[in-house]
Antibody, heavy 121, light 107 residues
Framework: QVQLQESGPGLLKASDTLSLTCSVS??????????WTWIRQSPGKGLEWIGE???????NYNPSLQGRVTMSVDTSKNHFTLKLTAVTAADTALYFC?????????????WGQGTPVTVSS | DIQLTQSPSFLSASVGDSVAITCRAS??????LAWYQHKPGKAPELLIY???ILRSGVPSRFSGLRSGTQFTLTINNLQPEDFATYYC?????????FGQGTKLQIK
């Protein structure tokens, strides 16, 4: 059973850089069959896709966050990370990591439980 | 961005009822649409992918249907564990987008 677990600081100040890690167990981030993705949920905007990364390091980001977001993958530690710079109160949300399966169709098949992040001014 | 209009936002029903949740896409997403169930404090769970394919292990009372750009999740014979929030997700093009969610509550 694949499991994903988010970790990182839950409280930041405005202008800080948010850094989260998603640890994967029961599967490998090195697999060519999946992308690894970050999603957030805030009361004001619902669920928002942040972006995704492939084991090769190839990324796709949401244009709404382009310029502030960077994702990386560490195959030796079997985890992937999210960095979001210059955070504001609008970045306060529950952050999820998840796996995107690529077979004949695309779908997110496993999610983490989410980690709350609060940005204070 | 593709907008997914999900309705209703709230739904009250009783155990044993059948309910339908609709997700309408602002443009074609082909079959790249999935449905998720989310309970507070837990990881969201995949129910349906490719619009109508039931994920292995998901009860058969869940079903998905596509008609053009309108997608429907139907839950028959509601069980107590089905009361949760449901979301649709399109993966046809970037950025991926979600419906606003439907909270299914016990009447």
């Amino acid at each position: 059973q694949v499991q994903l677990q988010e970790s990182g600081p839950g409280l930041l100040k405005a202008s800080d850089t948010l850094s989260l890690t998603c640890s994967v167990s029961g599967g490998s981030v090195r697999s060519s069959s999946y992308y690894w993705t970050w999603i957030r949920q805030s009361p004001g905007k619902g669920l928002e896709w942040i972006g995704e990364i492939y084991y090769s390091g190839s990324t796709n980001y949401n244009p709404s966050l382009q310029g502030r977001v960077t994702m990386s993958v560490d195959t030796s530690k079997n985890h992937f990370t999210l960095k979001l710079t210059a955070v504001t109160a609008a970045d306060t949300a529950l952050y999820f990591c998840a796996r995107v399966a690529m077979d004949e169709m695309l779908y997110i098949d496993y999610w983490g439980q989410g980690t709350p992040v609060t940005v204070s001014s | 961005d593709i907008q997914l209009t999900q309705s209703p936002s709230f739904l009250s029903a009783s155990v044993g009822d059948s309910v339908a949740i609709t997700c309408r896409a602002s443009q074609a997403v082909r079959g790249f649409l999935a449905w998720y169930q989310h309970k507070p404090g837990k990881a969201p769970e995949l129910l349906i992918y490719a619009a109508s394919i039931l994920r292995s292990g998901v009860p058969s009372r869940f079903s998905g249907l596509r008609s053009g750009t309108q997608f429907t999740l139907t839950i028959n014979n509601l069980q107590p564990e089905d009361f949760a929030t449901y979301y649709c997700l399109q993966l046809n093009e970037y950025p991926y987008t979600f419906g606003q969610g439907t909270k299914l509550q016990i009447k």
